[in-house]
């Protein structure tokens, strides 16, 4: 099952390619029918899985004996929803119409990409992880590279160099831990006793890699670029699931292999964050480019994500990584969305200043409203599922200190000043010129796309115990692993 | 005596390698190299390593020397370019030359200092015999070796340098690629009414 | 799921069904207000019901769980509903003035492109509202909070071609989220503390509160005031008291209807309702209590004098509304619970007449809103003109009128407080008393009486509303005036809210003051003769005299009082500060750390700058393969020597 | 008749190897005198070998001299080749004009 969610993208992937050549008509409609039957496989596992019972669809064969390296796949609480989320954007992508060089590529690539997405999040070994870490960087230079803006090149090598960098240094944390326990499984590292020392240089080497992916603050300059570079498909994918790769790996790295460097570190950690939701959410508001906003607005809200599991060493602990969890899943919905909505704009007007817009609303209604819709769960309104996991989040910060409450719930005014002023001078107001006049409104395809991520947000909004009830027992685990790691 | 001898034969040896390095013509240098040749042969001799010595001699002198003497002879290389920057470079060679030796001495002294006494050598120690005898044994494969590379040499130096036969029309690129416009193009200035 | 939860259901989504329909459903106008006027006349209906099981047949109040929002044994959230006499009074009045507006609306709005879109919009708001009153938890209550908010952004904003209205829903929105940072605090506070969200468990464990202490920034502060005072910011920013009152008279650029249901009736009492609800946690910090007590009064009086500058005609009756709220939040600083839900009721429904009433006059005017020229309208819209009266004499508390009874207990409580803040709050509200009388005989006499300043050819075809319109007015008129009697007896003193506001022994103020209530009439007897009520007669006294018999006195007084009047018409320099230095110097300081931070230091110096060194280091390291033979050997041998001194 | 000690032999060869090393480094302009410094050296290397194989009466020193000499051999008779290949390309063996291979 778990094999079949990484090769078949991959494989319908490298099938479209060959499609392409024999009646290329077909490639677009085959596109989607891939994506939608990689939903339908994850929709499977979904159901089959049950929480309470730890790792399952569990497969496992040798593949490198000489240094013990297995292709051992297992999925769990914190996985399965990732996963969902990755299968649901990529069909979002592909229900949109294809550019019109080289479609097949383009939609291969997406499809290869979200193969290797979902190796990364399955994978319980090491080596397996690392390979499809990096390999996932391929596919999405790719798009950013081809198909992308004026200034492509430049962003996707850094895009891709950055992360690159990053996790280079996880490679060598990864062998070290090989070294030290024998073998690449990925509970062999969270069992292995290690001292203080080790754990700290351990930490440090993930969180280079992680926190180029979430991006977190100091090092989060590549995302604007890669976003505004990228394709509106690239966009969404960059946003919704690339994003919370780092988010993963803290999980499943960082908090159980090294407890107690986590445990000394939080501190440096949570302040990251706080600078990441204020400073960023600031930088936010004086964007003059829809996308460059919407990805600084991303690192705020990822913000959220590490403020959230770095919690787990106060009272409230649970709540912090219940809070980020959900926080990873609703900003893969909401951004993604967003990013769509500037696409649909953007493939009108070829422009993404804000600065050309003005009265959209009197042109496409339907389509300023949706985007009220995503624009208010970006600013975090209840009922949508923007607001679930800040909630949980500055309700867990208060606990472990007042004034981290104090900074991460700034985020309420900022985050709604920042995107409401963008919908007011885009949305709002009387026709800007006649560019603008000449809009039409979205047709069923985008609204199907984007009624789809309206649905996802207003459910997981409204009623969130179901995404909760899959989570909970992992969480759990892990946090019990973590407290009695602290002392081991 | 012998201590007499050495040492002459040890001024020989010392004078000749530096005659190679400083004298201008090297049809001069060739000869002194040789002259180093026998001079280490000599002292050789007092190691009791006769085969080695006459080897040294009527091989490698007979042959190695006479072929650089031959090569030097069949280039006529003009002499005054040769030594232009002779001067100004000795100070830095001579500088790390010295240090070398005196590092080495040094060492030398330090370590061999309370070296044994001489070992009691076999009666036919050094001799043709001797040397074959282990030469045939334990060091068979070396041996064959040595052979297969001094064939690859051979078959190396005839290759490189063989010219063949003059009509082979093979074209040079590298020749082709350096040619200047000036040796190919003549630009003649044509006055107005012819 | 017995009757009465399943009735509390359906009148609080009812709504909301019939804003889906009219909204998204592209059905046509008719059908559009149909369905909403259907709608939420059944929810009034079932409130109505409710009203009657609860209060007048003294039933059981309701607290039922309708479904786990967040599960997992660490905090269980849950959505669910609590309906005793609090929420169920607040059901009543919402849905009422609701359904009334609805029914107005078809008048005001009938020529109006995004007539459905108005009706959804205004019965999702009356949804949002309901769930925020009948919440049974923290959480339900911020849903409904947020959902109010947007609303209001949406209603606010309606008319998005106006630059001016776009402008105020954004601001509206933000301030309004101002005071939702402080409210999350608060929630996070009583998590943090109470270790649950839900009103019960809370209130129970309410006690506990009193020796708690957190330590912020060394010194130690009392959990209780944190709490109360971190939920007052929120009350604050939805009530628009004073420091987060900028948005209320700017959002008078939304449609009248909204002005009336939204801004006068319901949302702004939102933070009224929620400080009542949580009198059990209000009443362990004097400090807070205090502070209530102080902002209410001076907003009260500031926004009174306000009132009298205004020219627009809905935004002198803005001004009151906050002048009102004032009054309100000062009873509750004074523990007077009671007399502020009172009050609150009174208000809904005289300020909701009086909005309805210019609403009617501004349709005749074909939307005009300018005081300076109208006049005379009296005998052009007599129905208009008594619903309108009335509403200015139960506003001013004209002895027997529902205003006078609810008005008139705040202000003898503030006399009974023994808070430390009381006797400035009881002065500031006696003399408010003056400058509500005058402003709102001034906005009378300007508009319905003295010279006709309304353009000739307007005035052939000033004629009465239409009677969708003036119906909801006469219908208004009854509650305004005479709601007063019937209850001011019963919710003061007569333990209308029973167990669901708690008042301290040392705080109550409304058990000493029935001590001397002998019965309604003899009450507004006995109030001829005290301060109030000639304080408002003589407010009254100077707009005739200003307005009607010298009618260029005013403008000369403006003249002469120079700097005041300038204070005043820049309305205390709040807008101008939170415009200019606040959100200017926060796009400034934003753009500083965009442009300086992060994308000179980071990106260009950290990023480009470690590629650009790359590429020296590499242009230097070229310079070593010199190609010359000589210059290798060298650094052999020079290694060697380095390896050996090493060694040695 | 007493030997001399290794000691000396020793010292002859440093010297001598020394010696070569400077001459490297002074001739800047022949490949010729380049070649013979390296026949130089291999033959202060080959002193060392015997010294210690003397001194030691061991078998393996004048044996690895023998091999160092077919190599000797072989190298100068491709460095030779090599002279005169570039000699004929180039006419000229002057070290420094021999740069084409920097950076």
């Not at chain 3, 909204?258 to 009443?283: D, K, N, Q």
Request: glycine share 8%; charged share 10%.
């Amino acid at each position: 099952m778990l094999s079949g969610l990484i090769w078949l993208p991959i494989c319908w992937g490298i099938g479209l390619l060959l499609l392409e050549r024999v009646r290329p008509a077909l490639v677009a409609a085959a596109g989607v029918v891939g994506a939608l039957l990689t939903f339908a496989l994850s929709l499977l596992m979904y159901i089959g899985f049950d929480p309470a019972a730890g790792m399952q669809y569990t497969e496992q064969y040798a593949w490198i004996p000489a240094f013990a390296i297995r292709y051992h796949l297992a999925v769990d609480g914190i996985a399965v929803p990732l996963i969902l989320l990755t299968t649901f954007s990529t069909l979002l992508v592909a229900l949109l119409v294809p550019p019109t060089d080289r479609p097949a590529l383009h939609l291969a690539a997406f499809l290869v990409l979200e193969g290797l997405m979902n190796g990364v999040f399955v994978a319980r070994d090491a080596i397996l992880f690392y390979v499809c870490w990096e390999a996932m960087l391929i596919p999405m230079f790719v798009i950013i590279g081809v198909w992308g803006g004026p200034r492509r090149v430049y962003a996707a090598i850094k895009f891709f160099l950055y992360t690159f960098l990053g996790s280079v240094f996880m490679l060598i944390a990864l062998l070290y831990l090989y070294h030290r326990s024998g073998s690449f499984a990925i509970e062999a590292f969270q069992l292995q006793p290690l001292s203080l020392h080790e754990q700290t240089l351990i930490f440090i080497a993930f969180l280079l890699a992680f926190a180029v992916k979430i991006p977190m603050w100091p090092v989060h300059t590549w995302l604007p670029d890669a976003h505004v570079e990228a394709p509106t498909g690239g966009s969404v994918i960059l946003a919704a699931v690339m994003l919370k790769m780092g988010g993963y790996g803290f999980l499943r790295f960082s908090l159980p292999i090294t407890p107690a460097a986590c445990a000394l570190l939080d501190g440096l950690m949570i302040t990251l964050s706080l600078v990441a939701i204020a400073y960023i959410g600031m930088v936010a508001l004086v964007q003059q480019d829809m996308k460059k906003l919407i990805a600084y607005s991303s690192v705020a809200h990822m913000g959220f994500v590490t403020l959230g599991f770095f919690l787990c060493f106060t009272p409230a602990a649970m709540l912090g990584l219940q809070g980020g969890m959900i926080q990873m899943i609703s900003h893969g919905f909401i951004s993604g969305a967003l990013f769509l909505c500037i696409g649909v704009l953007y493939t009108r007007m070829h422009s993404r200043q804000i600065a050309d817009y003005g009265g959209v609303v009197n042109t496409m209604p339907r389509f300023a409203a949706l985007l009220m819709f995503f624009a208010m769960a970006n600013a975090g309104l209840p009922g949508t599922s923007g607001f679930v996991g800040e909630f949980l989040v500055i309700l867990a910060s208060f606990q472990a200190n007042f004034w981290i409450a104090f900074i991460a719930a700034t985020t309420l005014i900022l985050g709604a000043a920042y995107t409401l002023w963008m919908y007011k001078r885009v949305i709002f107001g009387e026709i800007a010129n006649d560019q603008v006049r000449a809009l039409q409104d979205i047709d069923s395809r985008e609204t199907l796309v984007l009624g789809l991520a309206a649905v996802a947000v207003l459910a997981l909004g409204i009623w969130p115990a179901p995404l909760v009830e899959l989570m909970d027992p992992t969480l759990e685990q892990l946090w019990a692993h973590v407290q009695a790691g602290k002392h081991g | 005596m012998t201590l007499i001898a050495f040492y002459g034969f040890a001024g020989l040896y010392l004078l000749s390698g530096l005659l190679v390095v400083t004298l201008r013509n090297p049809m001069h240098a060739a000869l002194s190299l040789v002259l180093a040749f026998f001079s280490s042969a000599a002292l050789w001799l007092f190691l009791q390593a006769e085969f080695l010595a006459l080897l040294l001699v009527l091989i490698y002198v007979g042959a190695v020397m006479v072929l650089f003497l031959f090569v030097v002879l069949l280039l006529d290389i003009n002499l005054a370019v040769l030594r232009e920057g002779f001067i100004r470079w000795l100070p830095v060679g001579g500088a790390v030359a010295i240090a070398m030796a005196v590092g080495i001495i040094a060492a030398l002294y330090t370590e061999l200092e309370d070296a044994a006494g001489a070992v009691a050598l076999p009666a036919d120690y050094g001799s043709a015999a001797w040397i074959g005898q282990h030469l045939y044994t334990a060091y068979l494969y070396p041996f064959e070796l040595a052979g297969a590379v001094l064939l690859v040499a051979i078959v190396a130096a005839i290759a490189m340098t063989h010219r063949g036969r003059r009509r082979r029309r093979a074209q040079d690129p590298a020749a082709q690629s350096r040619v200047q416009a000036s040796r190919r193009v003549r630009l003649v200035q044509l006055d107005k009414d012819s | 799921m017995n009757p009465a939860l399943m009735a509390c259901l359906a009148a609080v989504l009812l709504p909301l069904l019939g804003a889906l329909i009219a909204g998204l459903g592209g059905v046509g106008r008719s059908t559009a207000h149909r369905v909403t006027i259907a709608c939420t006349g059944i929810s009034t209906l079932l409130s109505l019901l409710l009203y009657k099981r609860i209060i007048l047949e003294q039933g059981a109040s309701l607290n039922e769980v309708a479904y786990t929002w967040l599960g997992g044994e660490w905090l269980t959230l849950e959505i669910g509903f609590l309906v005793d006499p609090l929420s169920v009074t607040m059901m009543v009045v919402v849905s009422l003035v609701s359904w009334l507006i609805h029914i107005y609306t078809i008048g005001y709005m009938r020529d109006d492109p995004g007539y459905q879109r108005f009706f959804s919009y205004i019965s999702l708001f009356t949804f949002a509202m309901l769930m925020l009153v009948t919440a049974n938890n923290f959480l339900q209550l911020f849903f409904g909070w947020e959902a109010v908010g947007l609303v209001s952004y949406l209603l606010i904003g309606f008319w998005f071609k106006r630059e001016s209205a776009i402008a105020a829903n954004l601001k509206a929105f933000l301030v309004n989220r101002v005071g939702d940072f402080g409210f999350i605090i608060g929630i996070a506070a009583v998590l943090a503390f109470f270790g649950s969200l839900d009103y019960d468990t809370v209130f129970q464990r309410s006690d506990e509160l009193r020796g708690a202490v957190l330590v912020i920034l060394g010194q130690d502060i009392s959990m209780a005031t944190l709490i109360c005072g971190c939920l007052f910011v929120g009350a604050m920013g939805k009530s628009a008291q004073v420091p987060l009152h900028v948005w209320l008279p700017d959002s008078m650029e939304g449609p009248t209807p909204i002005s009336a249901l939204i801004h006068a009736a319901t949302m702004v009492t939102a933070g009224i309702f929620m400080v009542a609800r949580m009198s059990p946690l209000y009443e362990l910090s004097e400090v807070v209590l205090n502070l209530i007590l102080i902002i209410g009064a001076v907003t009260a009086l500031s926004m009174g004098i306000l009132g009298i500058v205004q020219h627009d005609i809905k935004r002198v009756i803005a001004y009151s509304t906050l002048s009102q709220l004032g009054y309100m939040t000062a009873a509750l600083g004074a523990s007077a619970y009671a007399a502020a839900m009172f009050h609150l009721v009174t208000h809904a429904f005289f300020k909701a007449l009086l909005f309805l009433g210019a609403g009617s006059v501004i349709i005749a005017l074909h939307h005009k809103q300018d005081l300076r020229n109208m006049g005379g309208l009296y005998r052009y819209m007599p129905l208009t003109w008594i619903a309108m009266l009335a509403g200015s004499l139960s506003l001013i508390g004209f002895p027997g009128t529902a205003g006078f009874y609810s008005k008139e207990a705040i202000i003898e409580a503030m006399h009974y407080s023994r808070l430390p803040g009381a006797g400035f709050a009881a002065f500031a509200l006696t003399l408010g008393v003056f400058f509500t009388g005058l402003y709102t005989f001034r906005l009378l006499f300007l508009a319905f009486h003295g010279r006709e300043r309304t353009r000739v050819d307007e005035r052939e075809q000033l004629r009465e509303s239409p009677r969708v319109v003036t119906i909801p007015l006469l219908v208004l008129m009854v509650p305004s005036l005479v709601i007063g009697l019937p209850l001011v007896e019963l919710m003061l003193y007569g333990g209308y809210f029973r167990e669901s506001i708690t008042v301290l022994p040392q705080h109550a103020v409304l058990a000493t003051m029935r001590a001397d209530f002998h019965g309604v009439w003899s009450y507004a007897a006995h109030a001829l003769l005290t301060w109030p009520f000639w304080l408002a007669m003589a407010g009254v006294a100077v707009a005739a005299y200003c307005y009607l018999l010298r009618p260029q006195l005013p403008g000369r007084i403006a003249t002469a009082a120079g700097p005041w009047y300038r204070l005043l018409l820049c309305k205390y320099g709040f807008d101008a500060f939170y415009l200019g230095p606040l959100a200017g110097g926060v796009r400034r300081v934003a753009h500083r750390l965009w442009q300086d931070v992060d994308s000179t230091l980071i990106d260009r110096w950290m990023v480009n700058g470690t590629a650009h060194s790359m590429y020296l280091l590499s242009a230097v390291v070229r310079r070593l393969q010199t190609g010359r033979l000589y210059h290798y050997a060298f650094m052999m041998i020079l290694g060697l020597l380095l390896l050996g001194l090493l060694q040695g | 008749m007493s030997v001399p000690g290794p000691l000396h032999f020793l010292v002859l060869g440093a010297l001598m190897f020394c010696i070569s090393v400077a001459g490297l480094f002074i001739n800047r302009k022949n490949m010729i005198v380049l070649l013979m410094c390296i026949e130089l050296m291999l033959l202060s290397v080959n002193m060392n070998f015997i010294a210690f194989a003397h001194h030691l009466g061991d078998a393996t020193g004048q044996i690895f001299v023998l091999f160092i000499l077919t190599i000797a051999a072989a190298e100068t008779a491709i460095g030779l080749a090599i002279l005169v290949v570039l000699i004929r390309k180039r006419d000229t063996i002057n070290v420094a004009d021999m740069d084409q291979l920097h950076g």
